[in-house]
């Protein structure tokens, strides 16, 4: 009975040491949500936004950033969207070496003295991001120049131990931005950039998601620099010292390795691996760009970098959206080194939008036919990147019209590039496009059962 007595005490001390744990854990979880980091404390959180069955979206640009800056057009915009049947928007918020949002990383590096804020000093990004979720709009902030940057920016001027060079050591090249120099995506610095602008992002906002587009990527011309051509050397040297000793061990002991290995009946036989399957590569990168170890080689440290951001941001929010929208396939991974076939396969990407920016329908239908889109399309969220006009070239309704029916009889996704040119730069009257766009997205369009359809 004693040792019962003094057992019961210690019960009851144990019960009495839980409950003042559990109560203290409380009151810690309570304060965390009560003191928010002070650059957090004026951005409104929205609920939850629906899941898309499809994606209907568009991008809003820096030409729309007159618009992004006006809380009261921005409403207007918004609201409009809505009624038009579109759910998603792709907001800019990296674009010529400059965040669009408030930066530590940004001014830590000392690339970047001031601030983008709205006509009323607001924070844009928060800001639509709030109205975008009042709208029941996803809202998935997108990286627009990625590796890329204007030659004249403090970015370029202030890190050009963090530029790539051409063969002839150029740092320039030319393409619809202007003269730009690129990032060297192999770089630990630049990966480290890259990856904290990102997930400034995630973290300090309430975003749904972030999107990369044909610029988390690199020109073939590029990746001659000291340090890219260094590690090059280094881990093809380590590559061939392991082939070497894996066809040594093969050649000393061929009793180990017969021919044909055990295999279930009725099965095909399994051939053995010859150590001719181990190849030795060139130590030096070559000096043709087009060399297809060379261009593997480059893309596959670019997929290597893809894939932990997507884990990084993934830790951050485990439902954010990783969105990609490359160029066709081919010409990305031969012109761009952008594998972003490699990227689905190894289910990083939470919604593919492949651009198809051509103003003729055949030229359109090539591109959307492509076979690694309806491969991608089992896979995983997938939609068509439609140019609905620039400002210098309008793109005619009936144009966009064609467009959206073959993305829609393909079960493909929408999205348009970009807001202002949906019907303020077109060729027909404001009302007339804005009915037909209503028109385009007033029917489902069925993308694998990804949830309830949207009408």
């Known amino acids: 009975m004693g040792n019962y007595k003094k057992v019961k005490i210690k019960t009851r ?14 009151l810690y979880v309570i304060s965390n949500l009560v003191l928010i ?55 800019v918020v990296w674009n010529s070496g400059y965040a669009m949002y408030p930066s530590a990383t940004a001014q830590k590096i000392g690339i970047q003295n001031f601030l983008f804020k709205g006509t009323q000093g607001q924070d844009i990004l928060a800001d639509v991001i709030a109205q975008a979720h009042s709208q029941g709009l996803l809202v998935i902030p997108w990286f627009e120049f990625g590796f890329m940057a204007p030659t004249t920016s403090e970015l370029a001027v202030n890190r050009k131990n963090w530029l790539t060079v051409k063969r002839d050591r150029g740092l320039n ?127 596959n440290k670019i997929t290597e970098f893809m894939v932990r951001l997507n884990k990084v941001v993934k830790q951050k929010n485990p439902k954010a959206i990783f969105s990609v929208s490359p160029n066709y396939f081919d010409f990305a991974y031969k012109e761009q080194l952008q594998d972003w076939v490699a990227w689905v396969r190894q289910d990083i990407v939470d919604e593919l939008i492949v651009q198809a920016y051509r103003p003729d329908l055949q030229g359109f239908l ?45 079960n493909l996704g929408l999205s348009f590039f970009y807001f202002s040119s949906l019907w303020n730069y077109g060729p027909e009257p404001i009302a007339e496009r804005q009915t037909q766009f209503r028109s385009f997205l007033s029917s489902p369009i069925r993308n694998n059962d990804f949830g309830p359809l949207i009408n």
């Open 173 to 299: 090249s030319i393409n619809e931005d202007g003269e730009v120099v690129w990032l060297n995506p192999f770089h630990p610095e630049v990966q480290e950039f890259i990856t904290n602008l990102v997930l400034e992002v995630v973290s300090n906002y309430d975003v749904d998601g972030i999107q990369f587009d044909d610029h988390m990527s690199l020109p073939k011309e590029f990746g001659y620099d000291d340090y890219t051509i260094n590690l090059y050397r280094k881990e093809a040297l380590l590559k061939n010292q392991a082939c070497a000793l894996s066809r040594r061990r093969i050649a000393s002991k061929p009793k180990l390795l017969p021919k044909v290995v055990s295999q279930a009946k009725d099965s095909k036989p399994i051939p053995q691996p010859s150590p001719q399957n181990c190849l030795i590569i060139p130590t030096e990168p070559s000096i043709n760009a087009d060399d297809p170890n060379w261009v593997k080689w480059r893309a």
């Open 37 to 91: 980091s002070p650059n957090l404390q004026n951005i409104p959180f929205a609920a939850a936004q629906p899941t898309r069955s499809e994606i209907r979206g568009v991008w809003m640009t820096n030409n729309d950033l007159n618009i992004m800056r006006d809380r009261r057009k921005l409403n207007d915009s918004l609201t409009q969207l809505k009624r038009l049947n579109f759910n998603t928007i792709y907001p």
């Open 366 to 410: 090539n591109l959307i036919n492509r076979p690694e889109i309806e491969t991608t399309r089992q896979k995983t969220l997938t939609g068509i990147a439609v140019l609905s006009g620039l400002r210098t070239n309008p793109a005619p309704i009936r144009q966009i019209q064609l467009q959206v029916q073959a993305v829609k009889e393909r």
């Open 13 to 26: 001390k144990l019960k009495k040491f839980v409950l003042l744990l559990i109560f203290s854990f409380t």
